[in-house]
């Protein structure tokens, strides 16, 4: 593709909004004096014309500030009576709007195909015209991809440009590889983009394999994708979807290790938590051959590592054992974790499928030591697979890269609070691009988000975010996005985001597109729930009241309820 310029004069004419006044606050900036107020908007694309021996460069920049500098007199706009236009007319003001504004623009440079957005460090000239971008030159240099081509994400179009005229579409490799973020707000629709997401990622020209940590339940309408005529190809290719609801969540007792069981009993004492260290590192050595064994054989060695000497030098049980064979019998009733049944990461991943962890019945503890459990599997997974050091016989046996998405990722990467999840998220996060494992937190409190985890996401989803606390951590976490467009947080409408980092070549505000599936996340109607179940129940009553006597006297018994 060759560099996108506009340099046809009579092209321009037509697009121009105003006049360069000066340089800005900073190197970077250049202000513009101008009268329209219809295209002038924060977050908008103009271009001003550099011309240099060997090209002409249109050099993009975005809005980021507008001020008046000058109006019509107050008393005018005091009298409701008095239209401002006619007395500017009278005046002899060549526009109909007297408003004069100094708009501020910060540089985003010209576009290069090979090398991306390359910014001259030349400000322009006093006098220069300034334009506004039209959507064909936005349509080639907003996107590092276009839609429908392959590593390309069509998550919705430019927000501040009419009827979709540019879509954005993100570019999957860099979204994945380097990791990536939705923050907003309760109702601000991040499950439902997150949706549009994983749509966009097994449409034929993706077929990506993406696990969904679901603790709500809401991703299950993904299971739409099965059949659905946009999803399939002329070569046969139909993505799976596999739900697992909480009773099919199962994770190898043996796959666990210290720290995850610890986490999963009751609290304990310095002592038993010494007995238990000693015990997993019994179990661990008896069974390295097989790399298996369950709560029975740790059980064993809890009695084995708790052994005292009495006065006159004989071996006898510790306190200590009988209350921790107590405890973990305890675990051996959980229905999650279990002595033989487990979650490989061949079951859960494959290109062209997407596997949904419903987690909405597990307790929290238990959702923290199952996700790290399948992270920090699917991470060796993909680092032997990568090293050749496991055959593709095993369960582990990964050939392809993956990528995993956690909603309320806050209740796994805690800011300030312990979590079985944490390490293995930060250890996934710096080291997961170089062996193909991507992961996309989704949480409506960045805040509560741990700032380490948040940092390390390249690419970045800001919808509307109102807490203060919240807005504040974004400052210092998310600074691809840019200050002037973390302003504009509190002001955005439901499926409106905004996009920023490795995905896209500069910062953008979209509105996301309309779902092919059902979204699984929408807010009740308690109103219209109360309504209907009020008219349900009063129309049971009306009618049992005119039941014959027997007939309410049959249905009262039945229903255990005395009459007499």
């Not at 708009?103 to 006093?126: E, M, T």
């Not at 949706?195 to 299950?220: K, T």
């Not at 019945?361 to 923290?368: A, F, M, R």
């Not at 710096?430 to 700032?451: H, N």
Request: aromatic share 6%; net charge negative.
């Amino acid at each position: 593709m060759a560099p996108a310029q506009l340099s046809d004069p009579a092209a321009l004419s037509s697009n121009v909004v105003g006049t360069v006044k000066g340089p800005g606050d900073n190197g970077n900036q250049y202000l513009f004096i101008t009268a329209d107020t219809r295209n002038v908007k924060i977050g908008e694309f103009v271009y001003y014309q550099l011309l240099e021996p060997e090209a002409t460069h249109s050099i993009l920049g975005k809005i980021t500030a507008c001020r008046l500098v000058d109006h019509l007199p107050d008393r005018i706009f005091a009298d409701t009576e008095i239209e401002p236009q006619a007395i500017a007319a009278l005046i002899g003001f060549k526009h109909a709007s007297p408003e004069i504004y100094e708009v501020a623009v910060d540089v985003i440079g010209y576009f290069h195909p090979a090398l991306g957005f390359l910014n001259p460090r030349k400000p322009p000239q006093p006098g220069t015209k300034v334009y506004m971008a039209s959507d064909t030159l936005l349509r080639q240099v907003v996107n590092k991809k276009q839609p429908l081509e392959v590593g390309a994400a069509h998550i919705g179009s430019l927000l501040l440009r009419e009827g979709g005229a540019v879509p954005v579409a993100l570019d999957v490799k860099d979204l994945v590889s380097t990791h990536m973020a939705i923050l907003a707000g309760t109702g601000s629709g991040k499950s439902y983009t997150a949706g549009v997401l994983v749509e966009e990622l097994l449409l034929p020209h993706n077929r990506a394999a993406v696990l969904i940590f679901d603790p709500h339940g809401e991703y299950g309408t993904l299971a739409e994708l099965r059949g659905h005529q946009a999803f399939q190809a002329e070569d046969g290719y139909s993505p799976k979807v596999k739900v697992l609801t909480p009773e099919q969540v199962q994770i190898r007792i043996s796959s666990l290790d210290y720290h995850d069981i610890l986490t999963l009993l009751p609290e304990m004492s310095d002592r038993q938590q010494s007995i238990l260290n000693k015990a997993f590192t019994i179990v661990k050595k008896q069974n390295r051959s097989s790399a298996r064994w369950d709560i029975n054989d740790l059980i064993h060695a809890v009695f084995e590592a708790d052994r005292t000497q009495d006065d006159e030098g004989n071996e006898k049980t510790g306190t200590s054992a009988p209350a921790l064979e107590w405890k973990l019998d305890r675990l051996a009733r959980s229905p999650y974790f279990h002595a033989f049944n487990h979650l490989a990461p061949k079951d859960l991943f494959e290109p062209g499928q997407v596997t949904v962890l419903q987690m909405n019945e597990i307790s929290q503890e238990e959702q923290q030591v199952i996700c790290a459990a399948v992270l920090r599997q699917t991470n060796h997974a993909r680092m032997n697979t990568q090293k050749e050091n496991i055959a593709p016989d095993d369960e582990n046996y990964l050939p392809y890269p993956v990528f995993i998405l956690l909603e309320e990722a806050h209740r796994f990467a805690p800011a300030h609070e312990p979590s079985r999840c944490k390490a293995v998220i930060r250890t996934i996060l710096s080291e997961g691009r170089k062996f193909g494992l991507g992961v996309g937190l989704i949480t409506q409190r960045p805040g509560k988000l741990d700032a380490d985890v948040l940092s390390q996401c390249m690419s970045q989803f800001i919808m509307r975010i109102v807490n203060p606390v919240d807005q504040e951590s974004l400052k210092y976490g998310v600074e691809a996005a840019g200050r002037d467009l973390l302003k504009e947080l509190p002001s955005l409408t439901k499926g409106q985001v905004i996009i920023a980092g490795m995905c896209v070549n500069t910062p953008v505000l979209c509105q996301v597109r309309q779902r092919l599936t059902a979204h699984g996340g929408d807010t009740l109607n308690a109103p219209a729930l109360w309504q209907n179940y009020f008219q349900t129940h009063h129309r049971r009553e009306r009618e049992a009241q005119k039941a014959p006597i027997g007939a309410r006297r049959r249905s009262a018994t039945f229903r255990g309820v005395s009459i007499e």
